[in-house]
């Protein structure tokens, strides 16, 4: 059974930083792409951010580009999300989600496997 499951979210101050975790099991890590989403009140789901299999490339969101990176370690087949310089409108659930590694995708439709979420609430 595939799980994942992200930690690390809460509240944080306009500016401030945090750092997220996407632990995975059930799955080969390397055979899969992974991605991290958000959604916040109201709105749609929208990527943030997708990492290759192997680490080799990243795709950003216009909106976080340059404040947030992408990072994983096969090893602990966990893949993580720095946020840096945190806005108020960064608030939102994040996801972790999984996608075969032949997919270079942004769109959450194409990812075959979720986590549940973690909040993050950035304060003004």
């Known amino acids: 059974q595939v799980r994942l499951v992200e930690s690390g979210g809460g509240l944080v101050q306009a500016g401030g930083s945090l750092r997220l975790s996407c632990a995975a099991s059930?799955?080969?890590?390397?055979?899969?792409?992974m991605g991290w989403f958000r959604q916040a009140p109201g709105k749609e789901r929208e990527f943030v951010a997708t990492?290759?299999?192997?680490?080799?490339?990243?795709s950003y969101a216009d909106s976080v580009k340059g404040r947030v990176t992408i990072s994983s370690d096969n090893a602990k087949n966990t893949v993580y999300l720095q946020m840096n310089s945190l806005k108020s409108e960064d608030t939102a659930v994040y996801y972790c989600?999984?996608?075969?590694?032949?997919?270079?995708?942004?769109?959450?439709?194409?990812?075959?496997?979720w986590g549940q979420g973690t909040h993050v609430t950035v304060s003004s």
């Open positions: 989600a999984a996608v075969a590694r032949h997919l270079i995708t942004t769109i959450a439709a194409d990812y075959a496997y």
């Open positions: 059930g799955l080969t890590f390397s055979t899969f792409n």
């Open positions: 990492i290759r299999w192997n680490g080799g490339s990243t």
